[in-house]
């Protein structure tokens, strides 16, 4: 039996019929997740993936922005393409980069933050995928947020540090430099098509029967423990989310991943009750070996049952870790294909999401030799229960994110907590 990963490529290539139509271009399961994720949304919202960044007010020059954004769309395909599904089938159609710089104001007793929420919640998924927003921070602020926000699909975390840098660049260009020249475009655009073919050819070698076998064992007993919506509406003016956050010593050689995963169990068994099997994801992997670091070629997320019963030890957790690791370029769907083929009644949702950073590998956005400090916006609606991030740096930066519609703040203030606990206090390992 083929492949999901072949199955694709199939349908995919029975799409593009060479005929002068806009270009077609495949995704990798990453991207399709994606696809996966906006389908089980009622209101087929998009994943996005935002930086906030604050500079005096008057810094930014809009026009030289959206000349440098889009000279960057022009280069990446994947900035200039629309995620769609056609016949069944997710890709990518490439369009003329068209990134908008849209610049927004605040009513009386409105700031900055509130004025993003508003914005990122009217997100189109048929437009741009990158896209930004100028905001100055109240009538009488002496700040100005520019946020630079991209549809998931496009981007993950790992190739922000590269667009921010790429973007600083463009701005000092200035609004007459040049775009990459046609033949810089089609190797780029060749680069970008290599890549993709060379990650789908490591997934389908990942999902062979093997595999399959051993993420449908591993995942038979998992199923999704995230109540429904609660029935009472939020109060009005509420933002959709919730958050907290915590700043505290970093150890020598930072946490290891195992206990920050035995740390999101405890956060876990406080939301969901004791001796359920949830399903936490967490961002892993690398391009396969000859691919070019393009953009939008990226990192599989990785299912992680976490049992919410009797704390295991971090070496069984890090056991099991290990184990995973050994098949983790199975592409995601093929992975809740698995685990339904064995019996579980999981879907595909995720009950947490845990992605981990290193803070010296983000370098600050700065336009015109001036250096943007980068913020957070709070309160923006999440996708799933609770994410969790840590950033490993000087310091360690722990923060979650809850759905208010899902979880209640004490609920959720009390998991932050165990997470916080945990990993201060890590299980100690066995012997």
């Known amino acids: 039996m083929l492949s999901i990963t072949s199955q694709y ?10 005929d002068g139509t806009p270009v077609l271009l495949p995704v990798t399961g990453a991207q399709r997740r994606f696809a996966l994720v906006r389908a089980m949304d009622p209101h087929g919202r998009p994943d996005l993936v935002p930086m906030f960044f604050a ?10 922005l959206a000349a440098a954004t889009n000279r960057l769309a022009a280069r990446h395909p994947v900035l200039r393409a629309r995620p769609t599904v056609l016949r069944g089938t997710p890709v990518l159609r490439l369009e003329r980069p068209q990134v908008p710089v849209i610049q927004e104001t605040c009513a009386p007793g409105e700031d900055a933050a509130t004025v993003l929420r508003r914005a990122l919640g009217r997100w189109e ?14 009538p009488e602020g002496t700040e100005e947020v520019l946020a630079v926000v991209l549809d998931h699909s496009a981007c993950d975390g790992q190739s922000l540090a590269r667009l921010v840098e790429e973007l600083g660049a463009g701005y000092d260009e200035g609004p ?19 890549a993709v073919l060379r990650q789908l050819d490591a997934e389908e070698r990942a999902g062979a029967p093997e595999a399959m076998v051993y993420w449908g064992e591993r995942l038979r007993t998992v199923c999704e423990q995230a109540p429904v919506a609660r029935p009472e509406p939020l109060s009005p003016g509420t933002p959709p989310s919730g958050s907290a956050a915590l700043r505290m010593p970093a150890p020598s ?3 290891p991943f195992p206990e920050l995963l035995n740390a999101c169990r405890a956060a876990a068994a ?7 099997v949830v399903p936490l994801g967490y961002p892993w992997g690398g391009r396969p070996a000859g691919a070019a670091p393009v953009l939008g070629c990226f990192l599989n997320t990785v299912v992680f049952p976490t049992t919410t ?16 690791l050994d098949h983790a370029a199975t592409p995601f769907d093929a992975v809740v294909h698995a685990a339904r083929a064995a019996g579980s009644g999981w879907r595909g949702r995720l009950d947490g999401m845990l992605t981990v950073d290193d803070t010296r590998r983000q370098p600050p956005l700065r336009l015109g030799g001036v250096t943007g400090r980068e913020i957070h916006v709070d309160g923006r609606a999440v996708r799933g229960p609770f994410a969790v991030s840590v950033s490993q ?4 930066r722990l923060r979650m994110v809850w759905d208010r519609a899902v979880l209640p703040d004490h609920a959720a203030e009390s998991a932050f907590t165990a997470l916080a606990d945990a990993v201060r206090t890590p299980v100690p390992t066995a012997g």
């Open 309 to 324: 019963g009797d704390a295991p030890t971090a070496s069984a957790t890090a056991a099991a870790w290990w184990d995973d």
């Open 125 to 138: 998924p048929e437009g741009a995928p990158l896209r930004l927003f100028l905001v100055p921070d109240g």
């Open 9 to 18: 490529l199939a349908r995919f290539r029975r799409l593009d019929a060479g």
């Open 253 to 255: 050689g930072g946490v």
């Open 393 to 396: 740096g000087p310091e360690l």
């Open 270 to 276: 406080v939301l969901y009750g004791a001796g359920h």
């Open 176 to 194: 007459e430099a040049e775009g990459p020249s046609p033949a810089d475009v089609a190797a780029e655009l060749a680069a970008y098509q290599d």
């Open 55 to 64: 500079f005096p007010r008057g810094t930014v020059d809009p026009e030289r």
